[in-house]
């Protein structure tokens, strides 16, 4: 054996190519996601682009300022689209404030405007991209801005119920005491006011929810309570709102944890909003339910054993989308 031959080359470590995220919309939601996505480390690259290029360049220098203190990332803003060039996933967060005497329907129609006018722009600054939508009325932007696209289904999706079924989460958690971690269960549907938590497939630590004991006899999940607990999901955005004016932080983690499954590859499930085609006989509306998060967008979506109640509700859910987006021609 030669000299050269026996040197053994030291192990070089592989490093992960560069993960540029791109964030349409630096309002409180949209500054959120990016603050989280930074924490957590999920990207190298964090681009904001809003309307109001004041915003986004504050919030990407104060971002900026705090790099030392999370794992190394750049952060920019500009009101220029060309900031998102070549973003491997795009975050979709803006939409106008309501107006005071406009209507939540006027609303959506001025989103939905939007939506139509920046995303065929975005698919040419970044023709790779996955695209997450977060503007509401979700699941009807996220159609709209399938539509406007012209890509594959698989890579545009809303974060639909993802937000909800964690509200879900805490809830029980707090009702029975059981560490939100084993606490499984997902909201299904619209994410509003017809949405549906499927309780027949939730569990708790491996117990169906519906079977679930209580620990010492509390804590049990009776009709009344469950009931409650759902009025509670749909109504808990409405209280934060209240208070203080927006919802950022639940979203901003919740974004940002979808946005790890695309940059991981994991194959997540989650209940993120997809166009629909035979879930359950229901095709043609992006609606939430678990589906498989991977690097190519959204994958399977996993027909969750459902009774006949909840495919109901379901099928409420998705006709009460479908004609929301048909009163805007979609
Ligand atoms: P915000 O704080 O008003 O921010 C919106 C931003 O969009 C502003 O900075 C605007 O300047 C910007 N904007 C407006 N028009 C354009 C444009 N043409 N191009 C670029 N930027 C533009 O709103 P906030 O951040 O609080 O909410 C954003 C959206 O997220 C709203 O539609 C909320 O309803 C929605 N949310 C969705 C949730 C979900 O679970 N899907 C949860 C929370 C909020």
């Not at 996505?37 to 104060?62: C, S």
């Not at 009709?223 to 759902?230: K, L, N, P």
């Not at 991981?264 to 989650?270: A, H, K, Q, S, T």
Request: include cysteine; aromatic fraction near 4%.
């Amino acid at each position: 054996m030669t000299e050269a031959a026996a040197t053994t080359t030291p192990e070089v470590p592989t490093r992960r190519r560069t993960t540029n995220v791109g964030i349409v919309g630096a309002g409180a939601v949209g500054a959120t996601i990016a603050y989280a996505t930074l924490m957590r480390g999920a990207a190298q690259q964090v681009a904001l682009f809003d309307v109001n290029g004041a915003k986004a360049r504050a919030e990407a220098l104060d971002l900026s300022h705090g790099i030392q203190f999370v794992p190394m990332a750049h952060v920019e803003g500009s009101d220029d689209v060309a900031v998102l060039s070549d973003s491997d996933v795009i975050i979709f967060t803006a939409g106008a404030k309501q107006k005071p005497g406009q209507s939540r329907l006027e609303l959506a129609e001025t989103t939905i405007a939007l939506v139509r006018q920046i995303v065929p722009r975005l698919v040419e600054v970044a023709p790779d991209a996955v695209h997450i939508l977060v503007t509401n009325p979700v699941d009807v932007v996220t159609y709209a801005a399938l539509k406007a696209s012209g890509l594959p289904s698989s890579r545009v999706f809303g974060s639909g119920t993802v937000l909800d079924s964690s509200r879900l989460r805490f809830l029980l958690a707090e009702h029975t005491g059981v560490a939100v971690q084993n606490v499984h269960a997902y909201v299904a549907g619209e994410h509003g006011d017809s949405e549906l938590p499927l309780w027949s497939s939730a569990s708790i630590a491996s117990v169906p929810l519906l079977d679930w004991p209580g620990l010492d006899g509390t804590g049990l999940l009776d009709a009344e309570v469950r009931d409650r607990i759902a009025r509670d999901v749909v109504e808990s955005a409405y209280r934060v709102i209240e208070g203080k004016g927006a919802t950022n932080y639940a979203i901003g983690l919740a974004a940002s944890r979808i946005l790890e499954a695309v940059v991981y590859d994991e194959r997540r499930v989650l209940p993120v909003s997809s166009l629909l085609e035979n879930y359950h006989g229901i095709s043609d509306v992006c609606l939430s339910v678990p589906s498989l998060v991977h690097a190519d967008g959204v994958g399977d979506r996993i027909e969750v054993p459902m009774t006949d109640a909840e495919l109901d509700g379901l099928r409420r859910s998705a006709e009460a989308v479908r004609a929301t987006a048909q009163r805007f021609g979609l």
